[in-house]
């Protein structure tokens, strides 16, 4: 199996939202390679058993948010996400304001501008655009509504429309348009159903669900709400990611990115007590679809089994740090980063 690497230069304070470009099209293990922390690390350690000298060549350099996809027929489509999201990200329009006026000015086709008061600044302040556009709505829509019929789940969608009255209430409206015309009866037939509230009373409800529906948010809302979910709920690194495109290409993976300190401890032959569950769970989402794809029924026991073997693990009391250090369960048992791997596969092989 190739993979390509696709590495985004940035700066510190760009580190955070370069690596969001990632996880929004699905793309995990993601790493950041910052010359602070490669600075720090190499004042706070003069121990080095091993160290990667294109990171170590980098400590007075820029940051380096890197990731890897699979070099696959539909690689050039994501590459090419990637592209565009980064380069919205670098370009969005801000600037610090002072006294005096920001306007919105669109200037149509045939040179009509229209303007429109963003604030009239007193004092110092900022100011920042942003745009989207609809074949990026109406994609992210169709891919939602697919992986509610795939997964036979009721299908959420919120967004604060009743603040931002034109811009949240333009994906409101597609998802709704989409969902009526191309969707509708399909959902009737699968007995599932959409629906569409504000982000605020969505975490309300959230919060007080079992689950078992499917949540769509826009970027920024998914970026923190998937994060507050998988937390309430044990740790991040129990939260998947797919990827899911309106073709019907699917990619799975762990939706946390490279645990830096971790991964410094390995490096140096120390133990780590790392949970691999939302790894582990990738494999089997990935593996049970292409059994699903390929009419490969024990493909998909397997996944089942692999899944089931990992959760009566964890259901036993024999877990990861991250998981020991908030169980209500009665005398947990903290396992190595090895141990647990080896503790899942004895249930597996059992």
Not at 96 to 116: F, H, I, N, Q
Not at 262 to 291: D, M, P, Q
Request: aromatic share 10%.
């Amino acid at each position: 199996m190739q993979w390509i690497e696709i590495t985004i230069h940035t700066n510190t304070n760009g580190a955070d939202a370069m690596a969001d470009v990632f996880f929004s099209l699905g793309i995990a293990g993601v790493s950041i390679e910052d010359a602070a922390d490669i600075a720090l690390y190499q004042r706070e350690s003069n121990d080095w058993d091993y160290i990667d000298e294109s990171i170590f060549a980098n400590r007075g350099g820029d940051v380096r948010v890197k990731a890897y996809i699979q070099d696959e027929p539909h690689a050039p489509a994501i590459l090419e996400a990637v592209r565009q999201k980064a380069a919205a990200v670098a370009s969005t329009p801000g600037f610090d304001a002072g006294p005096g006026t920001v306007e919105l000015v669109y200037t149509a086709a045939d040179g009509t501008e229209t303007r429109e008061l963003v604030h009239e600044f007193d004092g110092p302040g900022v100011a920042q655009g942003m745009h989207n556009l609809d074949a990026s709505i109406e994609s992210f829509a169709r891919s939602c509504f697919e992986y509610a019929l795939d997964l036979g789940q009721d299908i959420w969608f919120a967004t604060k429309d009743t603040i931002s009255k034109k811009y949240d209430h333009r994906f409101k409206d597609v998802f709704q348009e989409i969902y009526d015309a191309e969707y509708a009866v399909r959902f009737e037939e699968a007995g599932i159903e959409y629906f569409y509230t504000l982000i605020d009373d969505a975490v309300a409800r959230v919060m007080k669900a079992d689950g078992g529906f499917i949540w769509a948010c826009k970027n920024y809302d998914g970026d923190v709400m998937s994060d507050m979910v998988s937390s309430a709920f044990g740790s991040l690194a129990m939260m998947t990611s797919v990827l899911v495109s309106p073709q019907g290409y699917y990619e799975y993976e762990a939706a946390h990115g490279t645990v830096q300190r971790h991964y410094y401890k390995h490096l140096k032959g120390e133990e780590t007590s790392t949970n691999s569950v939302a790894t582990i769970f990738a494999w089997s989402g990935a593996l049970r679809k292409r059994g699903e794809l390929d009419g490969l029924d024990d493909l998909v026991a397997f996944a089942d089994k692999l899944e089931r073997a990992t959760l009566d693990t964890i259901e036993a009391g024999e877990m990861t740090g991250d998981l020991a250090l908030i169980t209500t369960l009665p005398n947990p048992k903290k396992l190595s980063t090895r141990d647990f791997i080896l503790a899942i596969a004895k249930r597996l092989e059992a």
